[in-house]
């Protein structure tokens, strides 16, 4: 892994040696027959080359307002409409054509009609008719798009008030998954890629950054110029202006460090990562995930999946390479931990769901009108890692395995596949594994790794962790002794763990809850005062255990956690285990305390907890809707990734259980 060249699509601001690839409407191998629900477009008929976006930031009254430049070629012949995603929030005010290089009335840009018909909750569709002299074999045109943002899901302003520095307001775009429709009208579909350009014109002292491999900025005009050279997905564009401050970290990397509103935890932008702050507390966390987004460069960005129903190809392959990376930077037993760590919250949600639950299965099939939001699951990172580590071991030798991604890489960098696209292309590489008919062993096929429900059909090797896993496990036996041995438990100093272990520890100690009220006081006298000294990833952990024990005489650590942290990842569980037990009129007056300095989003979504968890479905009758949506419930979307207009959460899969990174 070490020889891996570094991510194409990271962040220098300047020409990269690797040269583009042509790519036919953005479309990689066989996906002429691919079919993307999550999309309302016709991008089957068109090859979008390029765009560019022309904005104006108006911070007073949170809008954008701009134009679209979008230069197409039709490739399906009689096609008389263009067919874009769009979302209600965005206000369409006129749309023009033009053909370059034309002359007399073709040159002229009339303008065209055009009609925005509903999709689904979380987008609309923009059918714009083409004059019939747009439609030549071969011959591109141009479609202007002049539009205004409003208050859609891709863009969220903060009030200077929710900013680190308090000084000036923040806007920031997250496009994952098909939130960008809200941003410009586009092909919402990672099967889609093409390069792109953009003007952002600000207020003074405002600063903008975009997803994109050179900028420039005029100061004197107060324009900030962007291209992005090798082509990316809709949802990889994104954006963030305000009042930003430059810390260098290293050399041709730049790492956004959002404020606690952000809604996840990091997005793997090109050439942009976006963190949340909050993670900075925790430096083992911090680390993984740098080097998640990081490994994003290969597996996701230059290398992307076709369809949402397929988001393992992303997750699985960039889990994978992080830990290949940390195996070789920090050793296999602290990989093994981490895997540990990662594998327990995935048995976890499993026991949560039930093994026939489809949502575990790798290759999802949703139906019309769910969001794809809706996946962002751990089988798509730890069950997809594990069939990866599972090829990798059928080859005998990691090192043969990283030549095989190298060349997969290198075959599909800058084009979107299928799950077939990956297998086809290791069967090719491994001409022997392909004799042997690896791909059907039995017990282990791939189309059962593939279409199976439950967990994994394997998993690694995880031994080499012990000396790590293994202290505490014992810890965790101690504990649930009867009665627990003061002494023995003596021996053990969380203090000189790491992270990962500490956070091991709590999330099998919860795992065993109910405990009595004595072993509460027990494990309060032992470790409260000590883990207040800790990072927040631990102590959020300590506070569920409390809370789902009622454990009333550490309440004021929950009031003062809460005070301190105000971003998603942390409030939403506390709230949703307070809010299930008999703690709902604490968690109330904890809000009304802090609902100012919370983003609106957040608000809302405490609100619906504190108030509506008594009219919310169980889980087992919350599952099916990921599949099978019915007019009456709108499409649940995870914890993680809510949206301005967030549906009620529930109280039984907490945050803790499936909080990943993009």
């Known amino acids: 892994m070490a020889q891996f060249q570094r991510p194409t699509l990271c962040c220098c601001r300047k020409v990269l040696t690797v040269p583009s690839k042509s790519c036919e409407g953005g479309q990689g191998l066989g996906q002429c027959r691919l079919v993307d629900i999550a999309s309302a477009s016709n991008f089957h008929c068109f090859k979008l080359r390029h765009f560019h976006l022309d904005l104006r930031l108006n911070f007073a009254v949170k809008e954008i307002t701009g134009w679209q430049v979008l230069e197409l070629v039709a490739i399906q012949p009689g096609v008389q409409t263009l067919v874009l995603d769009t979302h209600p929030s965005l206000l369409i005010h006129s749309i023009d054509c033009k053909v370059p290089g034309t002359t007399g009335a073709q040159n002229i840009s009339p303008s065209l009609t055009y009609r925005v018909d509903p999709f689904t909750d979380y987008g609309s569709s923009l059918n714009i008719s083409l004059p019939a002299y747009v439609i030549r074999p071969h011959r591109a045109f141009q479609i202007t798009v002049r539009y205004t943002t409003t208050d859609g899901p891709a863009i969220w302003w903060l009030d200077a008030e929710l900013t680190c520095g308090q000084t000036r307001p923040l806007v920031f775009t997250q496009g994952h998954s098909v939130c960008n429709r809200s941003f ?37 005009d107060r324009v900030f110029q962007f291209s992005m050279e090798y082509p990316v997905p809709a949802y990889l564009v994104a954006l963030v202006a305000g009042d930003l401050q430059h810390v260098d970290i290293g050399p041709r990397y730049d ?5 606690p509103s952000f809604p996840i935890v990091a997005m793997e932008n090109p050439c942009l990562t976006f963190i949340i702050s909050s993670i900075l507390e925790s430096r083992e966390f911090l680390l993984i995930d740098v080097i998640h987004e990081i490994a994003h460069g290969w597996f996701g960005n230059a290398v992307t999946n076709a369809t949402w129903e397929e988001m393992w190809l992303s997750e699985g392959l960039a889990t994978y390479a992080q830990r290949r990376i940390t195996t070789e930077a920090y050793g296999e037993a602290f990989t093994c931990l981490e895997t540990v760590f990662r594998l327990d919250a995935l048995h976890r949600q499993m026991r949560l769901l039930g093994d026939n639950n489809p949502v575990s299965k790798l290759q999802v099939k949703f139906e019309p009108g769910i969001n794809p939001s809706s996946l962002m699951n751990l089988f798509t990172y730890e069950k997809g890692f594990c069939f990866v580590s599972y090829l990798s071991q059928l080859c005998g030798n990691v090192k043969r395995f990283d030549s095989f991604l190298r060349a997969y890489i290198e075959q599909f960098k800058f084009s979107s596949v299928v799950a077939q696209d990956l297998l086809d292309f290791f069967l090719g590489f491994f001409p022997e594994l392909k004799e042997s008919c690896v791909a059907q062993r039995e017990g282990l096929e791939f189309e059962r790794w593939l279409n199976g429900c439950g967990p994994p059909l394997c998993e690694p090797d995880l031994s080499a962790g012990g000396v790590l896993t293994g202290p505490v496990q014992s810890l965790c036996d101690l504990w649930a002794s009867e009665p627990p041995d003061p002494e023995a438990i003596a021996n053990f100093n969380l203090s000189s763990w790491s992270t990962f272990q500490t956070v091991l520890f709590l999330d099998r100690l919860l795992d065993r809850s109910p405990l009595s009220h004595e072993v509460m006081g027990q494990l309060s006298r032992c470790y409260s005062a000590q ?11 300590w506070l569920q255990i409390v809370v789902r024990n009622s454990f009333y005489p550490d309440l004021p650590r929950i009031r003062g956690f809460l005070h301190k942290h105000t971003s998603r990842m942390y409030t939403v569980p506390l709230y949703e285990d307070l809010c299930s037990g008999v703690m709902k009129c604490f968690a109330a007056e904890v809000f009304y305390q802090t609902q100012a300095r919370l983003h609106p989003n957040l608000r809302r979504t405490l609100q619906q907890i504190l108030f509506q968890t008594s009219a919310l479905p169980t889980p087992t ?18 914890s993680d990734q809510l949206g301005p207009a967030d549906p009620p959460t529930t109280g039984t899969i907490a945050l803790r259980d499936v909080n990943v990174s993009a």
């Open 531 to 541: 883990l207040d000294e800790m990072n927040a990833e631990v102590r959020i952990r």
């Open 255 to 259: 790492i956004v460090f959002l404020p």
């Open 184 to 220: 410009f009208p586009c092909f919402d579909t990672p099967a889609v890629k093409s390069t792109y350009t953009a003007t952002v014109r600000v207020p003074e002292g405002v600063t903008v950054l975009m997803s994109a491999s050179r900028s420039a900025y005029s100061k004197q």
């Open 621 to 638: 009758s919350s599952v099916p809707s990921l599949l099978h949506p019915t007019p009456s419930s709108p499409s649940p979307t995870p």
